[in-house]
């Protein structure tokens, strides 16, 4: 399957969660005829049928064992290349899932998963329940990825309360090139996390250096800190029908500049930052350079953080437009240095 771009054709991919399902069906299936397919079919949660090839077939005393290896396409995914592995056991009645090597643990509310169970989210539990249907009888589905304890500090993971290892995702089992879904996803998540410890603030930061100025000038803990990225529409919109107390934004001049202008994706290809509203808030013996400028950082250059400022009042305009009074908010610009040049509140 492809996605057509300006640029190239990129490939899709299949989720954690599609894998993990045709392991699965691969491993039950050899438990129940004594041979593993390979490749092995499965249904998506729309109806596709795909295939998946496997990388391990084991069998032992009333169990058996397959793994995928996850494509994840030209998606540019931490567990692209992991293996993802089933091993099962047969069970008179019902499924249980267990979290073998490499997959988390839930320990904290909020998320869809109760605590204490293994970090694998609904759909995917339901497409390997169906798979179980489909031979009658019950089973114990352990799922593992090796190195997936590694890979999983290169995700969120820790701040949603999964520790251990990564979650086993999906909704649809298809990865879409660079999709905003997952992402926005991950902050619904930890939005929701935040709501059920009862964090009374969380902050939004378009990057690293933002983050950690913001988290060090309120003394917030890690939970309480989202994901943002460019996706500050992700953040406001679900807090507005989610709402936690209060809210901080905080991010670069550009970043800032565009969501005072209104946008809700901050990232470079879908929005851009306009020299033409900013040259008109500043002095007037300015201004034709501000409108000429090539980008973000020289307007601040020539305006000095008295436009900063303005910004991020503005920003904070846009903010409790779409949070509708339902938390109270405020905005910081940070600077490359990582210091506080702004703060609309």
Request: hydrophobic share 45%.
């Amino acid at each position: 399957m492809e996605v057509e771009t300006q640029e190239k054709a990129l490939r899709r991919g299949w989720t954690t969660g599609a894998c993990a399902t045709a392991a699965t069906k691969a491993a039950l299936t050899a438990l129940v005829t004594g041979a593993f397919p390979d490749p092995v079919e499965i249904i998506l949660p729309k109806g596709q049928r795909v295939s998946f090839a496997l990388a391990l077939e084991e069998r032992g005393d009333g169990y058996a064992r397959a793994g995928v290896i996850k494509d994840a396409g030209d998606d540019p995914d931490v567990t692209h290349g992991a293996m993802i592995i089933a091993t099962v056991r047969r069970r008179e009645r019902g499924v249980v899932f267990r979290a073998g090597e490499g997959v988390g643990t839930v320990t904290k509310p909020g998320l869809p998963i109760a605590v204490g169970e293994a970090a694998i989210n609904p759909v995917p539990r339901a497409m390997m329940e169906a798979v179980v249907a489909e031979f009658g009888g019950g089973a114990e589905i352990e799922i593992s990825v090796p190195n997936g304890k590694e890979l999983a500090l290169k995700t969120w993971n820790g701040r949603l309360g999964i520790v251990g290892g990564l979650s086993i995702l999906g909704t649809t089992g298809i990865v879409n090139p660079f999709s905003c879904a997952a992402w926005i996803a991950s902050i619904h998540r930890g939005i929701d996390v935040a709501r059920a410890c009862g964090f009374s603030h969380v902050a939004g930061c378009t990057g690293s250096t933002s983050e950690g100025a913001v988290q060090a000038h309120y003394g917030l803990p890690d939970e309480a800190m989202l994901d943002m990225g460019d996706f500050a529409g992700g953040v406001l919109k679900y807090l507005r029908v989610h709402p936690v107390p209060r809210v901080t934004i905080g991010g670069g001049f550009g970043k800032m500049v565009k969501l005072a202008q209104g946008h809700m994706d901050l990232h470079s290809r879908r929005s851009q930052v306009d020299f033409a509203w900013l040259a008109e808030r500043v002095p007037e013996v300015v201004r034709a350079r501000i409108a000429s400028a090539n980008t973000a950082l020289e307007v601040l250059e020539i305006a000095g953080n008295g436009l900063a400022q303005r910004v991020a009042d503005e920003a904070l305009v846009t903010v409790h437009s779409i949070l509708k009074g339902a938390s109270a908010a405020d905005v910081m610009i940070v600077d490359r240095g990582g210091k506080i040049i702004a703060h609309g509140r």
